[in-house]
């Protein structure tokens, strides 16, 4: 399969933008973008472009269904919706193009659904992974954050906002939020999973993360089998390749360029 710049792939009834930047994942190694809980292809900004070039990979990024341009996902939203991402969705989307070999490289929600995927999946693809502030458990200060920009989206601007980067910002919105403030969602825990990731690890976190603390990747040295490798970003808060893009990429591309791709 070709991929155009920028387009649409089916999975099943679903329909999920992308873009892609480089070389075609049967050519050459591929990194995956997994975005946030409130990302898409757009949110990325200039990203994937700059990663494209500071490693000379190629870079493929989609929106989940219900973000961005991608079809809407069916809202109450389970509670276990990162597991069937991971399980269900990404190998469908990996198959569908055509990819060989390369990095998952997930931000927030998207880096714990790379983790599910990598300790829940024995792909041999996967020659690593790149995860930008993920979560690897409920933290309580972090479920609390989740809960103010609900009531901002209710009476502030947040929903205009995000109707510049999601066709259906209420769709988007609750997509995410809903799961994450459901009671039964204080118990969730994916460190089972990272008991089972084989392939090497980066881990970037910024030291302010609202959304969590660097108990993330103490938790993941602690329950990884496999090399982890972690830095630390003073005085940054939830997203390291916007606020700290310079040092975030000097780390991927120092990272990727010891794996075997």
């Not at 991929?3 to 050519?27: C, H, K, N, S, V």
């Not at 990302?39 to 494209?52: E, K, N, Q, T, Y």
Request: charged fraction near 25%.
């Amino acid at each position: 399969m070709s991929l155009a710049a920028e387009g649409f792939i089916t999975i099943g009834a679903t329909r999920l933008e992308y873009r892609m930047i480089g070389p075609q994942p049967d050519e050459a190694a591929t990194f995956v973008l997994l975005h946030e809980g409130l990302g898409s292809v757009g949110l990325w900004s200039d990203f994937p472009d700059r990663l494209a070039a500071a490693t000379g990979l190629g870079v493929f990024a989609y929106s989940r269904a219900g973000y961005g341009r991608s079809s809407a996902s069916a809202v109450p939203r389970l509670t276990s919706f990162m597991h069937e991402e991971a399980r269900e969705v990404l190998p469908r989307v990996l198959d569908a193009i055509g990819f060989r070999r390369g990095v998952l490289l997930g931000h927030s929600d998207g880096a714990s659904i790379a983790a599910i995927y990598a300790g829940s999946v024995a792909d041999h693809r996967i020659g690593g992974l790149v995860l930008l502030a993920p979560h690897f458990f409920t933290e309580a200060f972090g479920v609390a954050e989740i809960a103010r920009m609900r009531a901002l989206y209710a009476t502030g601007d947040l929903r205009a906002k995000l109707a510049r980067w999601h066709q259906d910002p209420d769709n988007a919105f609750y997509s995410w939020s809903g799961p994450w403030l459901d009671p039964e969602f204080r118990k969730w825990d994916i460190t089972e999973e990272l008991a089972h990731i084989r392939v090497p690890m980066l881990v970037i976190q910024g030291e302010d993360d609202q959304y969590g603390t660097l108990d993330q990747v103490e938790t993941a040295k602690q329950a990884c089998q496999c090399p982890v490798e972690a830095v630390i970003l003073r005085g940054i808060r939830h997203i390291p390749h916007r606020e700290a893009a310079e040092e975030t990429l000097r780390a991927i591309v120092d990272f990727t360029g010891r794996l075997r791709l």
